[in-house]
C-alpha cells in the first residue's frame, strides 16, 4: 500500500469545526463594547481565538497535505449488534433524552429508565440484574444527596 | 513544652480523635463522588462545628478537608473519573495502571506520596510558617501572572510528540475560561446570547464531561470488553504491591514536589489543583524517560498526589499568620475561627498560644489517622476494579449527571457536560491530548488577572514582569521549560524520521 490522495479524516473535520466556532466567537467579541484600563475585557479572548483560529488552519493544511497512512492491515475484532459509531450516537441521544426528562419525570423515574437503557447498551441482557441495578443505584444515590447531603434532585414536575 | 503537652492533651481525647475520624471518613467519601466537592462539605459541616470545642469543630474540618483531597484520587485511579479537578492529574496514570491490572500499586502510591507530602507541608507549617507567609506577601499580580507562564509551559510538556495538537488543547482551554463576565470590569463578553453563560462554562462539567463521559463514549463501541478483574483482587499480588523500583522512582519526585506544593499553598488563590499540574509537568519534564507519563508511569501517580495533598497545610499558613484565606476551604473555616473567638492573624500566635500549639499537634494526628483510614479502605476501594462495563458505565454516567447538577443546580450546565464528553471523546479519537485543554482553562483566570492588574499597576507599561525579580526569575524558568521542551520534541522529531538512505521494506 503506498502512500495516496489524502481523504477527510477526523483531524480535518476538527480543525474546520475550530474554525467555523472561533469565527463565531471572533464576531461575538467584536460586536462587544470592551471595557477596561489598558488592556480591554475582548483583548484577551481576541488574541486567543486568533491564535486558535491560525493553529487550527495550520492543522487543517497539515491534515490535509501530509501523506496517507498505509492502512491497518488487521482491524479490530468486530462486535455483534450495531456499529460503533451507532452506539455512541446511541448512548449520546440518550443521555441528552434523559437531562431532558429530569425535570418533567423526577430523578428518580428518569435515572432508573435510563440506567436500563445504557444497562442494554453496554451489552447487558439479564433482565433481572437490570432491574434490580436500574433502581438499587439511582436509589442510593437520591437517598445519599437528598437525606445526608441535603441537596435536593430534580423533582417530577409534570405529576405536581 | 508546656503548650506541647497542653495540646497532646487536647486532641489525645476520644471526642477529638473521632471527630478528626468521621471527617476524614467522610472527606474521603465526598472527595471520591464526582461533583461533590470538599468546600461544600466543609460548609455544610461548620455549623455543626459550632455547637463543639473549638479545637474539636476544627480537627473535623481539617479531617474533611485532608481526606477530601485525598479522595479525588480514588475514583481518578478506579474509574478515570477525577472526584475533584486536583485529581485530573492524577487519572493520567492512574487510570492507566488500573487498566494494566495495577490499580492496587496507584492506590498505594496515591496514599503514600500523599501522606508524605501532609507530612512535609505538616512541618512547615509548625516550623516555617512566617517566613513562608513573608515570601506569600511578596507575590502580587506580576508574579501571579509569571507563576501562571511558567504553569503553561506544562502544555508544551504534556503534549509531547503531538505538539500543534497540545498547544490547541491550551488555546483552546485559555479561551474556554474567557468566557462570561470579566472578572475585574463585570463586563460580559462572549455570552454568546445565552444567560446561563453569563458565569462561565462550569469547570465540574468540563472535567467530568472530558473524563468520565468521554470515556464512557469510548467503551460503548465496544460494550463486551471483561472486567479489569475476574476474581477477588488481593492488595498481596505482586502487581498491587509497590517494588523497590517504584519508590526508588517516586521518592525523590514526591521529596521535591511536596516542598513546591507547600509554596503554592502558601500563596492564596493557586490551590490544589494548579500544584497537581505543575507538579506533573515538572517530573514529566525532568524524566528521562518522559514518554512513560500517561501510559502508567508511577511517578506520575506520586508528583500529582504528592503536589495534591502538600496544600493543604500550606493553606493555613497566610491564615493562622495573616488572617488571609489560602483558598475557598480555609475561607469557610475561618468562620469556625471567628464564631470560637479566635481572630487569626499575628495576634493569635500570641494570646491564643495554648491553642496553637494544640491546632498543630491535630493537623499532624490528622495526618497520622488519614493513613491508617485510608490503608484500611485500599482492599474495599480496589474491588471497584472488578465490576463489569455494563454495570459500572451506566452508573458513571448517573453519577456524573448527578454529580454536575447537584453543584452547579443549573440544567445548562449538565448538558454542557454532555458536550465537553463529545469534545473530549473526539480529542480521544484524533489523539489530542486532554490535559493541556484542563490546564489552560485552570490557569486563564490566574493568568488574565495577574496580566491586567499588572499593567494597570505600571500604567500600561510590560516591564513591571521583569524589573520584579520574583516574577522575572518565573519567566526565565519558564523560558528554560520552552528550551528543554523544544529540544527534546525537536530530537523525537528526529528520531520517528525515517532516514532517506534507508531503504524502505516491501
Known sequence: MGTGRRRPGGDT???????????????????????????????????????????????????????????????????????????????????????????????????????????????????????????AVPLALMLFFEQYMIVLLPSAGLFE | MDLLFAGLEQVFTVETLSLIAIGLIVGIIIGAIPGLNVPLAVAIALPITFKLSPIGGLAMLVGIYKGGTYGGSLSAVLINVPGTPAAAATALDGAALTRQGKAGKALRMSLYASIIAEVISDLALILFAVPVAAFALKIGPPETFSVGVFALTLVGVLSQGNMLKGVMAGALGLLLSTFGVDPLTGDFRL?????????????????????????????????????????????????????????????????????????????????AAVSAYLNYGITRNLSKTPERFGQGAIEGVAAAESGNNAVTSATFVPLLTLGVPGDVITAIMLGAFIVHGLIPGPALFEQNSAFIAAFFVMVVVTTGLHLIIGRLGMPLFVQTTRISNKFLFPAIMVLSVTGVYVTTNSFFDVFTMLGFGLLGYFMIKCSFPVAPLLIGFILGPLIEIGLRQSVIMSRGSFDIFLTRPLSAAFLALAAVSVVIVGVREWRLARRNTPNPKTPEGD
Open chain 1, 13 to 135: 473535520w476538527i480543525a474546520l469545526g475550530l474554525i467555523a466556532a472561533n469565527a463565531v466567537f471572533l464576531r461575538d467579541l467584536f460586536d462587544t463594547e470592551p471595557g477596561g484600563a489598558y488592556l480591554k475585557t475582548t483583548t484577551l479572548p481576541i488574541a486567543l481565538s486568533v491564535s486558535l483560529t491560525v493553529l487550527s488552519v495550520l492543522l487543517l493544511g497539515w491534515s490535509l497535505l501530509r501523506p496517507a497512512a498505509p492502512q491497518a492491515e488487521a482491524a479490530a475484532e468486530p462486535v455483534p449488534g450495531p456499529p460503533p459509531a451507532v452506539r455512541v450516537l446511541a448512548a449520546t441521544l440518550l443521555t441528552a433524552g434523559y437531562i431532558a426528562a429530569l425535570p418533567w419525570f423526577g430523578y428518580l423515574m428518569s435515572s432508573c429508565a435510563y440506567f436500563a437503557a445504557m444497562s442494554l447498551l453496554y451489552g447487558n441482557r439479564n433482565p433481572v440484574s437490570i432491574v434490580a441495578v436500574m433502581v
Open chain 2, 191 to 271: 455570552t454568546l446570547g445565552f444567560d446561563a453563560l453569563s458565569g462561565g462554562w462550569s469547570f465540574i462539567a468540563l472535567v467530568i464531561g472530558v473524563f468520565a463521559v468521554a470515556e464512557a463514549l469510548v467503551k460503548v463501541e465496544r460494550p463486551l470488553e471483561k472486567p479489569m478483574a475476574m476474581g477477588t483482587v488481593r492488595l498481596s499480588d505482586p502487581d498491587h504491591r509497590l517494588s523497590r523500583d517504584d519508590w526508588r522512582r517516586s521518592l525523590p519526585v514526591i521529596t521535591r514536589s511536596a516542598p513546591i506544593g507547600v509554596l503554592i499553598g502558601a500563596i492564596p488563590g493557586l490551590g
